[in-house]
C-alpha cells in the first residue's frame, strides 16, 4: 500500500531534524512540505472570527486563524480555506466538501456549535434571566444528546468518502469562563458554570463521533486554561457590542496560542 503523503511529510521531518543537527538534511524537510494538500474546514472557530485580518468575504477568514498560521509555517503545496463563519453541519456537507479529493493529505475541521445553537444560548443568557438562561442551555445540551450525533456522523462520513487517505483533525471548543475569576458584572457564576459545562458536554460529544470515524479529536480546553473570560488574560472576547459577531470567539493569541498549538499536535 502506498504511504500518504502526510505520513512521509511527518517522518521526513523528523529525519530533518536529526539530519539538522549536524548541518544537513533542512531541504528534505522543506520538500516534504510541499507535498501535503491541506483543506481546512468548518465554522467561525476555524475561519478566525475575533482575530481580526478577514479577507473581505462573508465568512470572514483571518489569516491569523490556526489554519492560516499553520499554512504560513509549513508551505504546503496546496490550502484551501474553506471554513466559514456560521456554519452548521449542513453547510460543510452542502457548501464546503466539494474542496476534497483523494488527493487531500490533512483536513481539520470545528463543526457543531452553531448546531447546538450557541449563539442564541449566549444571546439569551446576556439579555434574559437566568432562570431563562438555564433553560435555554439545557434546550441546547438535549440537542446535543438527540440530534447532533447523526450530523456529525453525516460530516465526517463524507469528508472520508471524498477525501479517503486523509489525515482528519477535529478541533473542539474552549471553555468560556474562568469561575471565581475577576469578573464584577454581567452574568452569574451559576450561568458561567452551565455554560463551560454545556462546552464540555459538546466537546465529549463531538470527540465520541470523531474517535469512532478514525478521526483525531484536538482539545483546546487546555491550551486556553488560565485564557478563560474573567481570567485577566483572556483569549476569548467577551460581549461586544462595538462587533457584536466577534463576542465569545477567539481573539488572534487565542488562535495563535489556544487553537495552532493543539492542531500541530494532532498531525
Not at 456554519?87 to 456537507?93: G, H, I, L, Q, S
Not at 457543531?112 to 441546547?140: K, P
Not at 475577576?182 to 451559576?190: H, I
Amino acid at each position: 500500500m502506498k504511504m500518504s503523503r502526510l505520513v512521509a511529510f511527518s517522518s521526513s521531518l523528523l529525519l530533518g531534524a536529526a539530519l539538522a543537527l549536524t548541518g544537513a538534511g533542512v531541504a528534505n524537510a522543506d520538500s516534504s512540505a510541499a507535498a501535503v494538500d491541506y483543506v481546512a474546514l468548518g465554522d467561525s472557530y476555524s475561519s478566525g472570527v475575533g482575530a481580526g485580518s478577514y479577507d473581505g468575504s462573508s465568512c470572514k477568514r483571518s489569516s491569523r486563524a490556526y489554519p492560516a498560521l499553520w499554512a504560513a509555517a509549513n508551505s504546503p503545496s496546496s490550502f484551501d480555506f474553506a471554513a466559514c463563519s456560521g456554519a452548521r453541519t449542513n453547510d460543510v456537507t452542502g457548501g464546503q466538501l466539494g474542496r476534497l479529493n483523494a488527493s487531500t493529505d490533512l483536513v481539520s475541521i470545528s463543526i457543531g456549535g452553531n448546531d447546538a445553537g450557541f449563539a442564541d444560548v449566549m444571546t439569551t443568557c446576556v439579555l434574559q434571566s437566568e432562570a431563562t438562561c438555564l433553560n435555554r442551555i439545557a434546550t441546547a445540551r438535549a440537542y446535543v444528546d438527540s440530534t447532533l450525533p447523526g450530523r456529525l456522523d453525516s460530516v465526517y462520513s463524507a469528508i472520508r468518502s471524498k477525501a479517503p487517505s486523509a489525515e482528519v483533525v477535529v478541533l473542539g471548543y474552549p471553555r468560556f469562563y474562568q469561575l471565581g475569576g475577576s469578573c464584577v458584572a454581567g452574568l452569574s457564576e451559576k450561568e458561567r458554570s452551565a455554560i463551560n459545562g454545556a462546552s464540555d458536554h459538546l466537546n465529549t460529544a463531538t470527540a465520541k463521533r470523531a474517535a469512532d470515524h478514525g478521526f483525531t479529536f484536538g482539545d483546546v480546553r487546555t491550551t486556553f486554561t488560565g485564557h478563560e473570560i474573567c481570567s485577566g488574560n483572556s483569549w476569548l472576547h467577551s460581549v461586544n457590542w462595538l462587533n457584536i459577531g466577534e463576542s465569545y470567539h477567539p481573539t488572534a493569541a487565542g488562535q495563535s496560542g489556544g487553537y495552532l498549538p493543539v492542531f500541530k499536535s494532532a498531525i
